[in-house]
């Protein structure tokens, strides 16, 4: 028969480990963490985190030109270890069908004399060759938030010439512009701001870009794009560049409206399909110390609208080389259609 001591000690189990037991389960876990804190040791997170700071400020700019369905970039300046992104947001679009001139955001225009075509690029359009001394169509883009164009801008038309006269085409408020010349040359131009002599910003002179003579010739209709992202202004026609200036100074705040044609120097032609865009400056990505930029990474990525690369400006895939301080290179490929990688 058990005794009231071993059936109390039935009752009651041992619970807990004996020190041989939790000696070993200590060994074995030291064993775990020891190997854990070799693997951790053995990654360079500085590596990791450099490569992902470059991957993010791509993707970024790749996602910006999808979601905004306008053109993003991204320049990279080794010298620096810089990134830095540029996104385009649309301030209006125009058509011209309507005599009430709105924009697909809501900005109307007004005409002064000018009139509207049937025989337009696409539809009706302005027309600027009529019996008047200045037609013209006052834009009041200077009141919209959006209409900041000190880090760039894109101004993107189709003309077609019917006179011989030079005239002004546009003025966004003194800040920039296109002009058609005499001998049917395109010039395009922007007033930079400049450090004035008591160390305040002042309008400097004209930055132009100007094509060959001939370019806009009589009775035809010719796409035009004129655009500064902060780098270089390059005056377009038909998708090709027909001249480039590089610059880098901040466009010039904006003074009044965008005018189309002009009271002095009128267009003598036909303006259709409008769009204006504003360039913006998104944060500056900087790589940490002791980690650069490889020197032939010196360029400047472009992504159209969709996400994809702009092939204008890349035929093939970019790979953007990160060097490190102990020599080691890393590589970051963005393929055709924008991927990042």
Not at 35 to 57: P, T
Request: glycine share 12%; aromatic share 6%; with cysteine.
């Amino acid at each position: 028969m058990p005794t009231p001591q071993a059936t109390l000690r039935s009752q009651h189990p041992r619970t807990g480990l004996t020190l041989l037991e939790l000696l070993l389960v200590l060994g074995i876990l030291s064993a775990v963490m020891g190997l854990g804190l070799g693997m951790f040791a053995s990654l360079d997170l500085s590596k990791r985190q450099a490569v992902g700071l470059v991957r993010n400020a791509l993707r970024s700019a790749q996602n910006s030109a999808i979601s905004r369905r306008s053109e993003a970039s991204v320049r990279i300046d080794p010298k620096l270890g810089r990134m830095s992104p540029r996104f385009q947001q649309v301030v209006g679009t125009w058509h011209f069908e309507t005599p009430e001139l709105v924009g697909a955001f809501g900005i109307q225009g007004r005409a002064i004399d000018a009139e509207l075509t049937q025989d337009g690029y696409i539809g009706r359009a302005l027309d600027f060759d009529v019996d008047a001394e200045g037609p013209r169509v006052e834009l009041p883009i200077q009141r919209d938030t959006a209409a900041d164009f000190r880090a760039g801008f894109a101004l993107e038309c189709a003309l077609r010439r019917s006179g011989a006269d030079a005239g002004e085409v546009a003025n966004a408020g003194a800040s920039f512009g296109l002009q058609v010349l005499r001998d049917g040359a395109l010039r395009g131009w922007f007033a930079p701001q400049v450090l004035a002599q008591d160390g305040g910003a002042a309008k400097g002179g004209h930055v132009i870009a100007q094509s060959e003579p001939g370019a806009l010739p009589l009775g035809v209709w010719r796409r035009v794009r004129l655009e500064y992202a902060g780098q270089e202004l390059v005056l377009s026609l038909d998708g090709s560049a027909v001249a480039r200036v590089e610059e880098q100074a901040p466009v010039w705040q904006l003074e009044g409206p965008l005018l189309l044609s002009s009271a002095r120097t009128p267009f003598r032609g036909q303006l259709d399909v409008l769009v204006l865009t504003a360039v913006g400056a998104g944060e500056d990505v900087e790589l940490p110390e002791g980690v650069s930029f490889s020197p032939e990474s010196a360029v400047t990525l472009r992504f159209q609208a969709g996400g994809g690369l702009d092939r204008r400006a890349h035929t093939q895939p970019v790979r953007i080389g990160i060097d490190f301080a102990d020599g080691a290179r890393q590589w970051v490929g963005i393929g055709l259609y924008g991927t990042v990688e």
